[in-house]
């Protein structure tokens, strides 16, 4: 088992914080100490353009809140992990970057684990954690260990600091930032009504995860909205990945009655259905329009650029490690579920229905 040390921040013990003082930051940034402090404390209040450089000035002036060392007094080590399913999905860096660049300002350094799927592997992280050898974890994997699920009804004390981004667990009460899943499936079919489209394939993601089944819901929902039945032969599996994306859209052309718009459950899948539609001598969007969902980095890369949804994935990160840094300050987390919103990024691989 092994962790990835994301470019951690040297961190200075003693009374102050080293020779740089928050007076240096904000001297640096252009801004008053009160935004400092802010941006140190409730990020998610300040602008993003304020923000990023105060997180710069923060690197490069050194500077630690004086609260770390208090901190360190009780023997924390400074870090937290936090846990990907698999590290090649190109979704996951600008969430570390977020997280990261939190983390930085207050002396912590962030460590990624990657469980490519594996139980045994997520409980091993979640160890490290409960034997002191990180100060808590951030998952990004939609899942506890089944034996720390199964018992927080009556052990939830048990439990280190635990964070929920993008994936949640309903009903456990846990720390979560994350979008609402269906409502942003609902806006990628608007989009698609709005071009003529009526019928609308889903490429779905694994459905034992509960994102896909979120996407899956909305993606019904808006037909229902729409006064459009919700037809199985046009709800085709997928698990998020490319080569799944071209076998859902293959399946989907074959049909003696085909879509002209496919709405997959997140960019790879979509990029690899615009793949296949093209494969085959099809346009698009001329013959078939594709919306992707999540917006990493190459969906404006792609040939035709690809439609999406996108979802604030650094401010996931950031919002995510700010909540982590409270409880290991020993604050309450919010109460409910922080839901951040998304944008519809309109690019070429959408376009109006083909004529009949």
Do not use: W
Request: net charge neutral; charged share 25%; proline share 7%.
């Amino acid at each position: 088992m092994s962790l990835q040390t994301l470019r951690p921040m040297p961190f200075e013990s003693g009374d102050g914080a080293g020779t740089a003082t928050m007076k240096d930051v904000a001297r640096l940034a252009g801004v008053s100490t009160a935004t400092v402090s802010r941006t140190l404390i409730k990020p998610e209040l300040v602008s993003t353009r304020t923000r990023e450089r105060v997180l710069k000035a923060v690197a490069e002036a050194g500077y630690t809140p004086n609260s770390l060392a208090r901190n360190l007094r009780k023997m924390q080590t400074r870090s937290i992990i936090v846990v990907v399913q698999d590290i090649t999905n190109p979704f996951y860096p600008e969430i570390l970057r977020g997280a990261e660049q939190t983390a930085q300002a207050f002396g912590y350094t962030v460590l990624m684990g990657n469980t490519d799927n594996d139980p045994v592997r997520e409980r091993a992280y979640l160890e490290l954690v409960q034997s002191r050898r990180a100060d808590g974890m951030i998952l990004l994997t939609g899942r506890l260990p089944a034996q720390e699920k199964s018992s927080m009804a009556v052990e939830r004390e048990r439990l280190p600091p635990l964070v929920f981004a993008c994936e949640h667990l309903p009903d456990l009460g846990l720390p979560t930032v994350r979008i609402d899943n269906a409502e942003a499936a609902r806006t990628a079919m608007r989009h698609l009504f709005e071009l003529g489209h009526e019928r609308i394939a889903h490429i779905a993601g694994p459905l034992n995860r509960i994102i896909s089944v979120d996407r899956l819901a909305g993606y019904c929902d808006a037909l229902t909205e729409r006064g459009l039945p919700s037809e199985p032969a046009l709800i085709a599996d997928g698990d998020f990945t490319f080569n799944s994306g071209v076998e859902a859209a293959r399946r989907l052309l074959a049909l003696a009655d085909r879509p002209t718009a496919i709405f997959a459950a997140n960019d790879e899948s979509a990029i690899g259905a615009i793949q296949a539609i093209k494969s085959q001598g099809l346009s698009v969007p001329g013959d078939i329009s594709v919306i992707g969902f999540d917006d990493i980095l190459f969906a404006a890369a792609t040939d035709p650029a690809l439609t999406t949804v996108a979802q604030p994935r650094q401010e996931i990160g950031r919002r995510a490690m700010a909540i982590m840094l409270d409880l290991l300050d020993g604050k309450s987390p919010p109460v409910g579920d922080v839901i951040l919103p998304v944008e519809l990024v309109t690019r070429r691989s959408t376009g109006p229905r083909p004529p009949a």
